[in-house]
């Protein structure tokens, strides 16, 4: 999840207190523990969240969406002018050319690559159990109850090597084969691209009615359990694959400043609402997939991560490009996630399939 202005607002303003009713002085939120977010209902050794939720008739289910038999990837480029918060980079260099060989009797050359790279929060990005928490008066808790000192790996010097328990390697064991949803946010609000909210009746906020209202306006059947729930805002298209390499350093920066500097997305009760319906994953075109840097609560940091994630381990996918189904007049389809196998990782990239 990238948290664009999110991260600077609240350490000026101390909004993560202020939008839950505390004192700036108190520095924490005791919801999770007042409100007994833990054990899951999976039970207190559950590392995976809501995916546990699919079953082989929703998979059977989901598979019946194919009717084109058409695939589409939706994964963003990966490169180094990519749009990055400030504390995160994207670096890859081939070290020679080749890097290896000539080797046998037939010549064989090759190359390889080096990556330097925040691997689970840069482009198009899983969010996994390790990646957000919340600060409460007995330390940082993550989903199902798991303290960050107790589930740190620890290498030497105290650095901290991996996520332990909080590892995306138990979700992506799993993986994700669901009925996935595109909403059209721009179609329900007839624009091409939602606007970045600055107040909290703004229409760049999608609530929990506008929901329900693009679902009955797309002509969709109802969300439900096991079913994984997209949104497309137009924010994304930004940075979209199919015109990104095309385009000036200039045109690029200046397209970078506009994507970071907030986004629209879900509110805090289009989230509830998702939870409710027990869905296993959202994702969208954005760094968050959900309002930013106001949303329906003024002071509130990306509520949606920590409602769905951290309480319901609902996961999310992010800055992802769905022009091919756009183009196609698709909204149902078929979704097929594996994250990478990271042990220890806060998340994954990857690039994900919608078949319909």
Same mark, same amino acid.
């Given at each position: 999840?990238?948290?664009?202005?999110?991260?600077?607002?609240?350490?000026?303003?101390?909004?993560?207190?202020?939008?839950?009713?505390?004192?700036?002085?108190?520095?924490?939120?005791?919801?999770?523990?007042?409100?007994?977010?833990?054990?899951?209902?999976?039970?207190?050794?559950?590392?995976?969240?809501a995916v546990n939720r699919t079953t082989p008739q929703m998979v059977l289910a989901a598979l019946r969406l194919v009717k084109r038999g058409?695939?589409?990837?939706?994964?963003?480029?990966?490169?180094?002018?990519?749009?990055?918060?400030?504390?995160?980079?994207?670096?890859?260099?081939?070290?020679?050319?080749? %890097?290896? *060989?000539?080797?046998?009797?037939?010549?064989?050359?090759? $190359?390889?690559? #080096? =990556?330097? @790279?925040?691997? &689970?929060?840069?482009?198009?990005?899983?969010?996994?159990?390790?990646?957000?928490?919340?600060?409460?008066?007995?330390?940082?808790?993550?989903?199902?109850?798991?303290?960050?000192?107790?589930?740190?790996?620890?290498?030497?010097?105290?650095?901290?090597?991996?996520?332990?328990?909080?590892?995306?390697?138990?979700?992506?064991?799993?993986?994700?084969?669901?009925?996935?949803?595109?909403?059209?946010?721009?179609?329900?609000?007839?624009?091409?691209?939602?606007?970045?909210?600055?107040?909290?009746?703004?229409?760049?906020?999608?609530?929990?009615?506008?929901?329900?209202?693009? %679902?009955? *306006?797309?002509?969709?059947?109802?969300?439900?359990?096991? $079913?994984?729930? #997209? =949104?497309? @805002?137009?924010? &994304?298209?930004?940075?979209?694959?199919?015109?990104?390499?095309?385009?000036?350093?200039?045109?690029?920066?200046?397209?970078?400043?506009?994507?970071?500097?907030?986004?629209?997305?879900?509110?805090?009760?289009?989230?509830?609402?998702?939870?409710?319906?027990?869905?296993?994953?959202?994702?969208?075109?954005?760094?968050?997939?959900?309002?930013?840097?106001?949303?329906?609560?003024?002071?509130?940091?990306?509520?949606?991560?920590?409602?769905?994630?951290?309480?319901?381990?609902?996961?999310?996918?992010?800055?992802?490009?769905?022009?091919?189904?756009?183009?196609?007049?698709?909204?149902?389809?078929?979704?097929?996630?594996?994250?990478?196998?990271?042990?220890?990782?806060?998340?994954?990239?990857?690039?994900?399939?919608?078949?319909?």
């Amino acid at each position: 999840m990238e948290l664009l202005r999110s991260a600077a607002i609240a350490a000026s303003t101390g909004l993560l207190c202020a939008g839950l009713g505390l004192g700036a002085s108190a520095q924490v939120n005791d919801k999770p523990l007042e409100e007994s977010w833990w054990p899951s209902e999976w039970g207190s050794d559950d590392q995976v969240g809501a995916v546990n939720r699919t079953t082989p008739q929703m998979v059977l289910a989901a598979l019946r969406l194919v009717k084109r038999g058409k695939v589409a990837t939706l994964g963003k480029l990966y490169a180094p002018d990519i749009p990055l918060v400030p504390w995160r980079s994207y670096t890859m260099m081939i070290p020679g050319t080749p %890097v290896g *060989g000539p080797l046998g009797a037939n010549r064989v050359v090759f $190359h390889d690559e #080096f =990556l330097a @790279t925040e691997i &689970g929060q840069v482009g198009t990005q899983f969010d996994g159990p390790g990646h957000i928490g919340i600060r409460t008066s007995k330390g940082d808790v993550f989903y199902n109850g798991r303290f960050a000192a107790d589930a740190y790996q620890r290498g030497p010097g105290r650095k901290v090597i991996g996520m332990g328990d909080l590892g995306v390697e138990f979700v992506a064991e799993k993986g994700f084969v669901c009925r996935g949803v595109l909403l059209d946010a721009t179609r329900h609000r007839g624009v091409e691209r939602l606007p970045v909210p600055t107040a909290t009746d703004s229409q760049g906020i999608v609530t929990a009615d506008d929901v329900q209202a693009m %679902v009955r *306006g797309q002509g969709l059947d109802p969300i439900g359990e096991g $079913h994984c729930v #997209f =949104l497309y @805002t137009g924010h &994304g298209d930004l940075w979209k694959n199919s015109i990104w390499p095309t385009l000036s350093a200039e045109e690029k920066a200046a397209r970078v400043r506009a994507f970071t500097a907030g986004e629209p997305g879900f509110g805090r009760s289009a989230c509830e609402y998702l939870a409710q319906r027990k869905i296993i994953l959202t994702g969208g075109d954005t760094a968050a997939n959900e309002a930013q840097p106001v949303g329906e609560i003024e002071g509130e940091a990306v509520p949606c991560h920590t409602e769905l994630q951290t309480r319901h381990g609902i996961w999310n996918i992010e800055n992802l490009d769905f022009s091919p189904l756009l183009e196609d007049g698709v909204d149902e389809f078929l979704f097929v996630w594996a994250p990478l196998k990271l042990v220890g990782a806060t998340g994954s990239p990857g690039n994900p399939m919608a078949l319909y």
